[in-house]
């Protein structure tokens, strides 16, 4: 007996499908957004035109992606506590301790030393523009996951993301009068980041250890903690408004 499986729950289950596997890829580059875009926008497309009461649904449908869209396109920000702000991401880039290294990645499959501290920026953008109604905020977290970075890029500006606070002979070096928690780390050669938390405490994603560690000014075993260094901050943290 043949049985037939009508098109749209097809392309919905492979859509959905391909999704899930690109959405658990640690990898994060332009193809694999450009991908689980398409595939997110397959699957919900697909999935409506399946049901019987269409135009309803699209009707909703609409109605819906247009209130999301307006309200990520809002122009206005709401003022942002940078001391609230700060606290968060420290939190959020603890979170993603003992997380496997993986080069090019920037979830909690595998991340690499700058995919950590720009994926805590991203998440704590996120949450601030979800629970405190912020339109900026989160167009703030797509445009930071959708431009991918390196540590070099962060040492250098990124698109004006990054503020240089100094250069010092080592981490060891830096007055701590000078460094606050969220501030990152760049090696001089453009090729490690470090993010400092407080107590003299940093965190990173370590290619040797192939893990994210927290290593303490006082006790630590890196290499990284000797090498020449950018100290940069995040504009967001430099600044009273998002």
Not at 152 to 167: H, L, P, V, W
Request: charged residues 20%; aromatic residues 12%.
């Amino acid at each position: 007996m043949n049985i037939r499986i009508p098109a749209f729950i097809a392309i919905s289950i492979i859509s959905l499908i391909l999704f899930f596997l690109f959405w658990v890829q640690p990898i994060n580059n332009a193809m694999l957004r450009l991908a689980l875009i398409i595939s997110g926008i397959t699957f919900i497309v697909s999935s409506l035109l399946g049901v019987r009461k269409m135009k309803s649904l699209l009707c909703a449908f609409s109605v819906i992606i247009a209130v999301v869209f307006l309200f990520i396109a809002n122009p206005t920000g709401s003022k942002i506590d940078e001391k609230d702000f700060r606290k968060n991401y420290v939190r959020n880039i603890k979170s993603y301790l003992d997380v496997k290294y993986v080069w090019g990645g920037e979830t909690f499959q595998g991340i690499d030393c700058s995919g950590l501290p720009r994926k805590a920026l991203i998440d704590t953008y996120r949450e601030f523009g979800i629970f405190s109604f912020n339109g900026t905020a989160l167009r703030e977290s797509i445009l930071h996951w959708w431009f991918d970075t390196s540590a070099r890029a962060m040492r250098d500006g990124y698109r004006g993301n990054t503020i240089k606070k100094g250069e010092f002979d080592n981490i060891l070096e830096i007055g701590n009068e000078i460094v606050l928690p969220g501030d990152i780390a760049v090696t001089s050669d453009g090729i490690h980041v470090l993010t400092y938390i407080g107590n003299g405490d940093w965190i990173h994603a370590e290619p040797g250890n192939q893990k994210v560690i927290i290593e303490n000014v006082k006790n630590y075993s890196t290499p990284w903690f000797s090498a020449p260094i950018v100290l940069m901050s995040w504009k967001v943290l430099s600044t009273k408004k998002v």
